[in-house]
């Protein structure tokens, strides 16, 4: 039976479980400080299905819109999913990084932006490793918002230059990733609109489409899901997706979730695998991956909840590993950014593990990073 929509699934404090309030766009609780998320995603409707809009769009009924929200559309989502032959399996490729902007965020910031604009924003700022800025500049544009965006000095000049081209400002950070977001934050206290796809949740239910396209082109849930992680919204939000089609019946069950991430980075793999005492150690190293170089995910816990619900793990991958991933991955004609290619050497780890049909989300192109 399909659940209608009732207050739990509107967007509440993660804490005090105050309602996301109905002016304005703060970022967290005004009165705890706490996150905002949805306990549950607006439920998904075989019938709601519009295939007359484009791309994502087609699932509107479940991104948690009003309905006065304008449609922000370039091209996002419908990205292709392809089988190979890898490590003696067949495994298929869902390749996110054909999205508009080259990365698997356009999901998200194509809801994030519209929600924005429907509160009557202008001009938003947001801070990022480059591919989030990058997607989050390109929305602002098409939607007729400003745009600034705050990234780390380390980000790839490519990303610098994408998020420039759509006509943002970029504003570079000497220091980690964390210091980024901390500048960021000072620009909000002073009045800007944040932007954030860690913070704003409404990002989470554009990346559940991923789900609701990854069922219609298998015709049935994953066995395996394998993703890099860094906040972990991607991971969030595909597996939440799930749970929406587990619950009207239409799979039987969840997909193994995976998670991987940099060694030289790589919090939620320290938890996962040592408890909480394997945070002692955990630093914000440099690593290729620079996409998923977050040592604090503020959903970190709920990242781990939905993994082991569904019987998942954390994978981690050292340096040496992630160039020849790249290249192994561009020898089947997919060429990816160092982030993904993380993916290729915990495939090989995982081995007979893996429960089929398997499939590995490329999350951001090789463009990026040359």
Not at 198 to 219: I, K, N, V
Request: aromatic share 8%; with cysteine; hydrophobic share 40%.
């Amino acid at each position: 039976m399909i659940t209608s929509l009732n207050e739990t699934t509107e967007i509440r404090c993660s804490n005090c479980q105050q309602s996301y309030p109905p002016e304005g766009t703060p970022y967290r609780c005004p009165t705890c400080g706490a996150f905002f998320d949805f306990p549950v995603l607006p439920p998904y409707d075989p019938a709601g299905i519009d295939p007359s809009q484009p791309g994502l769009w087609r699932f509107r009924h479940t991104l948690g819109l009003p309905d006065s929200a304008p449609l922000v559309a370039i091209g996002e989502g419908n990205t292709p999913l392809i089988s190979r032959r890898v490590f003696g399996r067949d495994v298929a490729f869902k390749l996110e990084f054909l999205n508009p902007t080259g990365s698997y965020k356009d999901r998200g910031s194509a809801v994030l932006v519209s929600f924005l604009r429907s509160r009557g924003v202008d001009q938003a700022v947001e801070d990022s490793s480059g591919n989030a800025g990058a997607s989050f500049a390109a929305y602002a544009a098409a939607s007729g918002m400003k745009g600034r965006v705050y990234i780390p000095d380390y980000a790839s000049g490519p990303k610098r230059s994408q998020i420039e081209a759509y006509g943002a400002q970029v504003v570079r950070v000497l220091g980690s990733r964390a210091k980024t977001t901390e500048i960021a934050l000072r620009a909000v206290e002073q009045g800007d609109v944040y932007a954030s796809h860690a913070y704003m949740p409404h990002g989470l239910a554009g990346y559940a489409t991923l789900a609701y396209e990854l069922f219609e082109q298998l015709g049935q849930a994953p066995g395996s899901l394998i993703l890099p992680v860094g906040q972990g919204g991607l991971l969030l939000g595909v597996g939440r997706g799930f749970q929406s089609l587990l619950r009207v019946g239409l799979i039987e069950r969840l997909p193994r979730l995976i998670g991987v991430q940099a060694l030289a980075c790589a919090p939620l793999w320290a938890i996962d695998r040592y408890g909480p005492s394997g945070l002692g150690w955990v630093a914000e190293g440099e690593t290729l991956a620079e996409g998923i170089r977050v040592r604090h995910p503020l959903r970190g816990d709920r990242v781990l909840d939905l993994i082991r619900q569904t019987g998942g793990e954390m994978q981690a991958v050292d340096e040496p590993d992630i160039l020849p991933g790249r290249q192994a991955l561009a020898s089947l004609g997919f060429f990816v950014e160092p982030t993904s290619a993380i993916i290729w050497k915990a495939l090989e780890q995982m081995g007979e593990r893996l429960v089929d049909p398997v499939v590995v989300i490329l999350t951001g192109s090789g463009l990026k990073s040359i």
